[in-house]
C-alpha cells in the first residue's frame, strides 16, 4: 500500500471519502453516485446516439458473414444476440435467503449465451476486429459498403488478413472473443493473458491457432506488455480494453437490442415504471457502454447500477475519488484477487469512466462467496447455469431495497411497478466440469 496517493495521506483520503474505510477493508458497500445528471444536463460527451447507429447497422452488414462462418448465428440471422428471460422462481428464492424483500419484476440478460465469445465480450471486443477488417478491407479497395459481406470468408480475404496481426491483453474472456473472430478471419492474433487467466480458456485459444502469452501480473501488466508487443509491428493493431472507443461501442447497441426485447414483452419503462439495470464491472467498458446506451433511449427512467468484487472495486474508487484512471485498487491496499475473473481489473477504463461519470446511478461490492451462492441458487430456481463473474447483478435488487437509494430518488410509491435486469455477463463455454465445480462450491456455501 503506498502511504501517499496523488500527494494525500490515506486517513486524508478516508475523511474526505467516509465510504473509502469500508472499501479498503473489505466490507460490500453501495455507494450512490452523487455526480449523476438529468440527461438534459450532461454534458457533451466523446461518443453520440448517432454512433451506437451506425455500429448497429455495421453489425447488420456483417450479418451475412457470421451466419456462413458461424452457423450457431443462423437462427438469429447472424445477429449476435441473447434471450431476456423473466425469473420469477429466483426472486422469490432471493427474497428467501436474503431476507430483504423487493418489489418489481425480475429479468436476466442472458449474454452468458451470446454465440461466438460465450460471453459479453462478444459485443464488444468482435465488433472492434469487425470494424478494423471492414476498414482494412475498404481502403485497400477490396470492400464496399453495399457488398455482401459473406466474402469475408472468401481465401482471397483471409490470406490479405494474414499480413496483419492483432493484440489484446486480457483476463481471459476479451481474448477469448478477440482470438476467436480475428483467427477466423484470418488475421495474425496474440493475446496477452494476465495471472487470473483460465487454463481452458488458453488451451482453446491455442486450439485456434491463437498465440497465447501469459503473465504472472494482474490485467495491468498483460495488457501493458500486450500494447508494447503489438505497436511494435508496423502491421499491428493493439485493442485496448484502458482506451477503446469501438469497444464501447459494441457494447452500446446491446441497448438497441434491449428496447426491442422489452417492448416485445410488455415491459414499460416510463416516469411511472422505472428500469433498474445491475451491471457487473471490470475495467467499465462493457457496463458503461451498456448503460450509455440505455441511457440514449430511456433517459431519465433508467437508473444503471454497476457491480464489483469487494477486491476489485477499480471503477467505484475511480469514479468516487473523480480520479478515475489515475488510481488504482492498489494504491488503497487492496488486492485484486477474486474467483470472477472477468471482473480481476485493478485500475479502470479513462475512456469509459469519462463516460460513466454523470450517468451511473451507483456501484455496489460483492463478496466472491456470495457470487457462488447466487449462480447455484439460479441454477436451482430457473436452470440457467452462469460463471460466478455473471451471478453478481443477481444481488441488485436486495442491495438496492437496503440502500437509501429508493428513497433519496423518490421512487418509494413505483417500485411496485418496476423492473429489475441483472445483467449475466458469462459462462457458456465454461467446460461441463468447471460449471459443475462453481455449482457444487456454490452449494456448499449455502448449505
Ligand atoms: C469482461 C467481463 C465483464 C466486465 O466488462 P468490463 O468491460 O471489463 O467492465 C463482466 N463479466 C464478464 C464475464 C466479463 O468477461
Known amino acids: 500500500m503506498k502511504q501517499n496517493v496523488h500527494g494525500k495521506s490515506l486517513t ?12 479498503m477493508d473489505l466490507h460490500p458497500v453501495f455507494w450512490t453516485n452523487g455526480k449523476q445528471l438529468p440527461m438534459k444536463e450532461v454534458p457533451p460527451l466523446p461518443v453520440t446516439r448517432e454512433d451506437i447507429i451506425e455500429a448497429d447497422k455495421r453489425w447488420k452488414r456483417f450479418a451475412p458473414f457470421f451466419e456462413k462462418a458461424f452457423p450457431e448465428t443462423k437462427a438469429a440471422k447472424g445477429l449476435i444476440e441473447s434471450p431476456l428471460r423473466h425469473i420469477p422462481h429466483m426472486k422469490k428464492r432471493l427474497k428467501d435467503y436474503y431476507n430483504e424483500p423487493f418489489q418489481g419484476n425480475l429479468y436476466l440478460k442472458c449474454d452468458n449465451e451470446l454465440p461466438v465469445a460465450g460471453s459479453i465480450k462478444a459485443r464488444g471486443g468482435v465488433y472492434e476486429v469487425l470494424k478494423h477488417a471492414e476498414d482494412l478491407a475498404i481502403a485497400n479497395g477490396l470492400l464496399k459498403k453495399d457488398d455482401n459481406y459473406e466474402i469475408f470468408t472468401d481465401p482471397a480475404f483471409t490470406s490479405f488478413f494474414s499480413q496483419y496481426s492483432i493484440g489484446v491483453g486480457s483476463t481471459g474472456n476479451l481474448a477469448l472473443s478477440i482470438g476467436t473472430i480475428s483467427a477466423k478471419l484470418g488475421f495474425n492474433v496474440n493475446v496477452h493473458m ?20 501469459e503473465y504472472n501480473g494482474d490485467f495491468s501488466e498483460a495488457i501493458t506488455e500486450g500494447r508494447k508487443q503489438t505497436l511494435e509491428d508496423p502491421n499491428g493493431y493493439f485493442i485496448d480494453d484502458e482506451h477503446s472507443k469501438d469497444l464501447f461501442l459494441g457494447y452500446s447497441v446491446a441497448a438497441l437490442r434491449l428496447k426491442e426485447q422489452l417492448l416485445g414483452q410488455g415491459v414499460k419503462v416510463d416516469r411511472d415504471h422505472p428500469l433498474f439495470v445491475y451491471l457487473p464491472c471490470g475495467v467499465g467498458g462493457s457496463p458503461g457502454g451498456i448503460a450509455f446506451g440505455l441511457k440514449q433511449i430511456f433517459g431519465d427512467y433508467v437508473y444503471c447500477i454497476f457491480v464489483e468484487p ?48 454523470h450517468l451511473i446511478s451507483g456501484i455496489f461490492t460483492i463478496e466472491d462467496d456470495d457470487l457462488y451462492k447466487l449462480l447455484a441458487i439460479l441454477a436451482d430456481s430457473e436452470g440457467i ?6 451471478a453478481a447483478g443477481l444481488m441488485g435488487p436486495a442491495k438496492l431495497a437496503g440502500a437509501s437509494f429508493i428513497k433519496k430518488h423518490r421512487l418509494d410509491d413505483k417500485m411496485g411497478k418496476s423492473a429489475h435486469i441483472a445483467w449475466s455477463t458469462g459462462g457458456n463455454l465454461v467446460p461441463e466440469g468447471g460449471m459443475d465445480r462453481f455449482y457444487q462450491k456454490g452449494k456448499g456455501l449455502l448449505r
Open 12 to 23: 486524508e483520503w478516508q475523511a474526505e471519502f467516509p465510504l473509502l474505510k469500508n472499501i
Open 194 to 213: 494476465s495471472g487470473d487467466a483460465k487454463q481452458w480458456k488458453k488451451e482453446l485459444l491455442r486450439s485456434k491457432g491463437v498465440n497465447v502469452y
Open 310 to 357: 469487494t477486491h476489485s472495486p477499480s471503477v467505484l474508487i475511480g469514479l468516487m475519488t473523480g480520479e478515475e484512471d489515475k488510481v488504482s485498487v492498489q494504491d488503497f491496499g487492496i488486492d485484486n484477487r477474486t474467483e470472477a475473473d472477468g471482473l480481476a481489473v485493478g485500475r479502470p477504463s479513462s475512456f469509459a469512466s469519462e463516460i460513466s461519470r
Open 385 to 390: 447455469r452462469v460463471e460466478p463473474s455473471a
